[in-house]
């Protein structure tokens, strides 16, 4: 794998996982205030949508490993973060808690942050 394809896999990771991280601090603050038979339910439901692409990404983490494969870290990060990324998205829509002003703040967040990442490594 060519090392621009490579670059571009990782900082679309770190998008990816920063935007999760954001969506799921505030997917904590409202599933903390539901109740509990409520909160076990979005629960169950977050882990139906963003389990399977963690488990996937795991897998492959594990196989690329064994396998030696280069750059297969980046992969399994990204399908990971977008995994996570779309499970609580969903999971926050559901609720119907998010406008799209906190979803363009919460992306614009993400992509400073990121940027903020790529700057401080050199470009990746």
Known sequence: MPDT????IAVLAVFCLLYAALTGWRFGLRVRSERAARRKGLLLNLA?????PVVAGV???GAGSVLALPGI??????IIGGGLAFGLHRGLAEMQ????ILILLRLGA????TL???WLNGGA
């Open 73 to 78: 870290g980046a992969l399994a990060a990204l």
């Open 97 to 100: 808690q998010d406008t799209r």
């Open 5 to 8: 394809v490579r670059t571009l």
């Open 48 to 52: 139906r949508r963003a389990l399977p």
């Open 110 to 113: 993400s992509l400073g942050l």
């Open 59 to 61: 897998l492959i983490l």
């Open 116 to 118: 903020g990442w790529l």
